[in-house]
């Protein structure tokens, strides 16, 4: 484990610390190899800059490392650039300790910031794109990086060094003590797999802080987790460029129809409902049946389906366990715009399609106001009609059919 700043850059160190221990993170992320709380120092000629702190438990070795280099008293500003509490956790002793310190944060960050030190009685100021620090030898100019991972996330980019700071951006679940990029094992996996549960569903979002990083020439990339990329760093941005990458949308509109069968009924259902949405030109449908299908692929076809369905059946009053899971994965993915509903056969009570649209809505997905399709038991001749209409009146809407949406 380290036990001494280690000199990045020009006077710039890294003062983070490591949990080689951890083996979950978030509630849903494996961490198989640990993680690190990656923290940053800048000696300037004019005062040190601390960038971000670390997890609470882990402090006292991250003051170890301050003190190994510069007194408390010449930390001119601590630049939080993502408030989670992984980064911010030494930051109320921090600020107790550093009595000239001015804490940088976004706007968006304030509050948050009031709640984490317990008092309104802080010096902080806010900062965005295009603001800049200079102290002494260094040139910061920040850049506002919102979702990745929080709403109030930022980056940031040392002039005199080349030298990005990510934030949680680039970052990975792997813990190395040999820290950079061309000394550590092969941690690939780990920076896919950070990148699907932590920028995948901010596609959007990760493409607008590229642009932002295209305006500058960038040697080095520090982020708040795992490796430092210093070793041809412009392949970290290329990856990020490829998986966030969208299609340019297609004159084709994607339609999923996942469905669970005990009885071959509501499977019944989903082929005349495939049927139906395969008459209106211009939509391609697929099913799948979710007894068999895995999660990383269940994510893949939600993501690249315009719309989708869901046929369950009820038992004991409620969608099986594999619906459920189904719609935990949109957890993982930009939601917005997807067209969503449900219908199924039932037995008895038959709640399972309702207890589904409810959270089809909740998720602000745009559900359609059909009427509920939900048949008892064996699908009649009529009722196969009933599923062919419902599945080319939904294939209308994905295929832009006006209508009036509640998304309440
Ligand atoms: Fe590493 Fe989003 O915190």
Not at 128 to 148: A, E
Not at 197 to 221: G, Q, T
Not at 337 to 343: E, Q, S
């Amino acid at each position: 484990m380290q036990t001494q700043p280690i000199e990045i850059a020009k006077d710039i160190f890294y003062i983070g610390v490591s949990d080689p221990d951890i083996r979950t993170f978030d509630i849903v992320m494996r961490t198989a190899n640990g993680s690190t709380y990656n923290a940053y120092l800048i000696k300037t000629s004019d005062g040190v800059i601390i960038v971000d702190t670390v997890k609470k438990e882990f402090q006292a070795e991250f003051f170890l490392h301050v003190e190994a280099l510069c007194s408390y008293e010449e930390i001119a500003y601590v630049i939080i650039h993502h408030i989670e509490p992984d980064h911010s956790g030494a930051l109320p002793q921090l600020i107790k300790k550093a009595p000239n310190a001015k804490v940088l944060i976004s706007p968006q960050a304030t509050t948050m910031l009031k709640a984490i030190i317990g008092s309104e009685e802080i010096a902080f100021e806010t900062i965005w794109t295009n603001k800049q620090l200079k102290l002494g030898d260094k040139t910061i100019s920040f850049l506002t990086t919102p979702y990745l991972h929080w709403p109030e996330t930022m980056s940031s980019y040392v002039h005199e060094d080349k030298l990005l700071f990510s934030g949680d951006v680039f970052g990975s679940h792997y813990y190395d003590k040999r820290l950079f990029n061309d000394k550590v094992g092969d941690f690939s996996y780990a920076f896919a797999y950070y990148y699907e549960h932590i920028m995948r569903p901010f596609k959007s979002y990760v493409n607008n802080a590229l642009k932002l990083y295209e305006r500058f020439e960038i040697e080095l990339i520090a982020p708040l987790h795992g490796p430092i990329l210093r070793d041809n760093p412009h392949q970290y941005i290329e990856l990020y460029t490829q998986w966030s990458h969208k299609q340019k949308p297609s004159e084709q509109k994607i339609l999923s129809i996942f469905y669970l069968t005990s009885y071959k009924n509501t499977q019944e259902m989903a082929q005349s409902i495939m049927e139906g949405s395969e008459s209106v030109e211009g939509v391609i449908t697929n099913m799948y049946d979710l007894s068999s299908i895995e999660e990383p692929n269940m994510i893949k076809i939600l993501e690249e389906s315009d719309g989708f369905l869901i046929g369950t059946p009820t038992i004991n009053a409620d969608a099986p366990k594999p619906v459920w899971d189904l719609l935990s994965c949109l957890m993982f993915l930009e939601k917005a715009g997807k067209v969503a509903g449900a219908f199924g056969s039932y037995g008895w009570s038959g709640e399972a399609v309702d207890n589904i649209i409810i959270r089809l809505k909740s998720l602000k997905l745009r559900v359609p106001p059909l009427e509920p399709l939900k048949i008892k038991l064996i699908p009649s001749k009529d009722e196969l009609k009933k599923c062919f209409d419902f599945g080319e009146e939904f294939a209308q809407i994905l295929n832009g059919k006006m209508i009036e949406i509640d998304m309440a």
